[in-house]
């Protein structure tokens, strides 16, 4: 993440931070600047072996310091002189690093420095005694060390000796090993980033040893050595050199901008991405990557939903792919995924189409569930209404994208409102919702067939619920038959045929029987179905529009009812049976004959509706039309010889 125009820090280092896995290693290079002007290491040794000895070139500085020591210079009083100056105080990166961590509880920085400039900055900050202090040797558990720990030594610890010549960094690292044992500890469980180290500081060197290759290690250094830090097991975050008073201010920026960020509260970010989404996407990356960052965190991105508009932000989240979630085969659980589907849906599909429009293209309309659902719901609830056309063009993409994978409940209210004006889509959803779905019941239990093969205990029910699918054939499509006859009629027969293939497939219904046709006592209303279940919604519907074709479409009508009645469902039987007998240019002879050349008389399944029409057409005939179908139907119906 660029957090400043000059820096960028990793995002494994942003997430470290926040989730209270980052550690702070501070070297020398803190304390240079003003106004704490301490020295660097290599500064340190020389003001510490004044005129005693000179360094030879190349001499470590450890052993240089460990000569001295050797040569009667007292290391550790003139290191203590030196870096105790009583002008020194801490600089803003002192500060800014412990704000860093956001709050006195979170603090973990390690330090190499004698100075006690981190402890002033914290009380400064905070207050006395709240951030915690360690000193070398008596050092914390690396894995969960917070506060700040000085792992060398401290100028306000007098018993123990600061780590400074090649006998002291032996001790620390070597025969005694506390520090080993600590680093080793803290690089195996935490993110650790170096600031204010040279890669040949001797302190780095030892470190080295400790350090533990595969472990989450940064510095933030100057370009230039980044061979020699990929050595270390370190990879380096780049600070650029400037040509000013002080060349390093582009780190201290860098720090005061992450903390500045870290520190922000709720409010603060829906300031700021209020204020940045208020416009065009800039082209500042560390401005560009604060608001990419922000899509990935789950309550900020609510801000971003909240105030972000138009299709320059659509493209904006399409690229940072935080959309990616909501397309494909599966959607992921990921946190607040619904506010960013329903952000697509409220501001882009009435308001932006053909920008939503183009990215589904081009995630090949694989849209996931969740993203499916979201626009379907929205799509049936948005005021003012679409325009028929754009309500249409969005039903069709989401007849495409899921297919027989549609969510009844989402699609149900749809049909109303794509009746006034987008008709072929309402028939379409109610088609779809019309269709059967199985439910298979537990136990299938022991039940076989002629040849042994078990059934299974099946039940069909329209996709659809019944009650959606009655409100939306009373209020959107019966009044509209007029227009939409004759594609409901394909679809209800479709239905109800699918239904019966089901059955028969699985076991359950065969050319004589069906359990749809059994539970339900008559075609026309009756009191034994003033409960409707499983395929009734969608019986009634297709006697509604039978009905209907008799009154207004009496070729249509004859049409259908001939076609359904050489089907072998024995529902689509019973109401062809039903229309002849709702037919009002009944002729009583024709209708008499067919139920004997048909054999209705021995369908039991057909029982009720054929002895209602033999009602009708017998009681509308003539004496001699009697005569002769009770003549006929007695020779039709003579038991078989031999038989009692």
């Not at 000013?244 to 509260?265: F, N, Q, V, Y």
């Not at 969005?394 to 699609?411: E, F, K």
């Not at 987008?422 to 239990?445: C, E, F, I, T």
């Not at 009629?489 to 046709?517: C, F, K, N, V, Y």
Request: net charge negative; glycine share 8%; with cysteine.
């Amino acid at each position: 993440m660029w957090i400043t125009r000059d820096v960028e820090i990793p995002d494994e280092l942003i997430a470290a931070q926040r989730n209270g896995r980052l550690v702070l290693f501070a070297g020398a290079g803190v304390s240079i600047g003003s106004p704490s002007n301490l020295p660097s290491f290599t500064d340190l040794a020389d003001q510490i072996a004044g005129s005693a000895a000179t360094r030879i070139h190349g001499e470590p500085l450890d052993q240089f310091l460990g000569r001295c020591a050797q040569l009667g210079v007292d290391v550790q009083r003139r290191a203590r002189e030196i870096l105790g100056a009583p002008a020194s105080e801490p600089t803003t990166l002192h500060r800014e690093l412990i704000r860093l961590f956001g709050g006195p509880e979170h603090v973990r920085l390690v330090t190499t420095n004698f100075d006690g400039h981190f402890g002033k900055a914290a009380v400064e900050l905070y207050a006395a005694g709240v951030v915690p202090f360690y000193r070398a040797p008596a050092l914390p558990l690396g894995a969960t060390a917070s506060g700040i720990i000085h792992v060398h030594g401290a100028l306000e610890e007098r018993r123990h000796p600061l780590i400074l010549t090649d006998a002291d960094f032996g001790r620390a690292y070597l025969t005694e090993g506390w520090a080993t044992r600590f680093l080793l500890d803290l690089f195996l469980n935490n993110a650790v980033c170096f600031i204010g180290y040279g890669h040949a500081d001797p302190t780095m060197q030892y470190l080295a040893r400790a350090l533990v290759p595969g472990t989450a290690r940064f510095a933030l250094t100057t370009p230039g050595d980044d061979g020699r830090w990929s050595a270390l097991g370190v990879r380096p975050v780049h600070y650029p050199l400037r040509d000013a008073e002080d060349r390093h201010s582009a780190l201290s920026d860098a720090i005061l901008a992450w903390s500045t960020d870290a520190a922000r509260g709720v409010l603060d970010h829906e300031h700021q991405i209020k204020e940045l989404v208020s416009v065009p996407p800039v082209a500042e990356p560390h401005l560009t990557d604060y608001l990419r960052d922000a899509l990935r965190d789950p309550t900020r991105r609510g801000f971003f939903l909240r105030y972000a508009r138009g299709p320059e932000w659509l493209q904006f989240a399409r690229d940072s792919g935080v959309l990616d979630p909501l397309f494909g085969a599966t959607t992921s659980n990921e946190e607040g995924l619904e506010k960013l589907a329903g952000w697509l849906a409220e501001n882009f599909m009435v308001q932006h189409p053909s920008d939503l429009l183009a990215l589904l293209r081009a995630k090949q309309m694989q849209i996931g569930h969740l993203l499916w659902q979201i626009l379907a719901w929205h799509l049936s609830r948005v005021e003012p209404r679409p325009s028929s056309d754009l309500l249409a063009r969005w039903v069709t993409v989401l007849a495409i994208t899921r297919g027989h994978q549609w969510s009844a409940r989402s699609l149900s209210s749809l049909v109303e409102r794509c009746s006034e004006g987008a008709l072929d889509s309402a028939v379409m959803l109610y088609g779809h919702l019309a269709q059967p779905r199985v439910v298979v019941k537990d136990p299938w239990g022991d039940d076989t067939d002629s040849n042994g093969v078990p059934r299974l205990n099946l039940e069909v029910v329209p996709v659809g619920d019944q009650h959606d699918l009655q409100r939306a054939w009373e209020n959107a499509l019966k009044p509209r038959l007029g227009v939409c006859f004759q594609a409901v009629a394909t679809h209800l027969m479709s239905s109800i045929s699918r239904a019966h293939e089901l059955l028969r497939t699985g076991g359950g219904a065969t050319s004589q029987w069906d359990p749809m046709s059994y539970g339900r006592a008559g075609i026309e209303s009756h009191p034994q179905d003033a409960h409707p279940s499983g395929m009734d919604v969608v019986i009634d519907a297709a006697r509604d529009t039978l009905e209907f074709a008799i009154r207004e479409r009496q070729a249509a009508a004859e049409a259908l009812i001939n076609l359904w009645e050489g089907s072998s469902s024995q529902i689509l039987r019973r109401l062809a049976i039903h229309g002849r007998i709702e037919n009002p240019l009944l002729v009583p002879g024709d209708e008499l004959e067919r139920i004997l050349s048909n054999g209705w008389l021995d369908e039991l399944s057909l029982k009720h509706e054929v002895f209602r029409l033999l009602a009708k057409a017998y009681a509308a005939a003539d004496e001699p039309t009697r005569e002769s179908f009770l003549k006929r139907a007695r020779e039709v119906m003579k038991p078989t010889r031999g038989t009692n």
